[in-house]
């Protein structure tokens, strides 16, 4: 059975830094794409960050710069730094892990970004 936890979510300040883990267990998850999504209340989820097998990283806009998706493929473990972050970053984040027509996703971990 494929699970995926995510960790790490927590209040935060303005201009704070978190970093969040997406642990897989069922999978080789160095096979799999990796990515981290976003969505805010009333909002749709957002792509953030990816991580292909190889390690090739993307980012959106929003968050370039300040982010930085990285794996431990020892681990199954995938990672995303968060740096600098604004009120707006609010959100809870999704890790998911993508290989052909599978994919599988995390229960989510809030971030919450005030003062």
């Known amino acids: 059975q494929v699970h995926l936890m995510e960790f790490g979510g927590a209040l935060v300040q303005p201009e704070g830094s978190l970093r969040l883990s997406c642990a897989a267990s069922?999978?080789?998850?160095?096979?799999?794409?990796v990515g981290w999504y976003r969505q805010a209340p009333g909002k749709r989820r957002e792509l953030v960050a990816t991580?292909?097998?190889?390690?090739?990283?993307d980012y959106s806009d929003s968050v370039k710069g300040r982010f930085t998706i990285s794996r431990d493929n020892a681990e199954n473990t995938v990672y995303l730094q968060m740096d600098s972050l604004k009120a707006e970053d609010t959100a809870v984040y999704y890790c998911?892990?993508?290989?052909?027509?599978?994919?599988?996703w995390g229960q989510g971990t809030q971030v919450t970004v005030s003062s």
């Open positions: 998911n892990a993508n290989k052909a027509a599978r994919g599988y």
């Open positions: 069922g999978i080789n998850f160095s096979q799999f794409r």
């Open positions: 991580i292909t097998p190889r390690g090739s990283t």
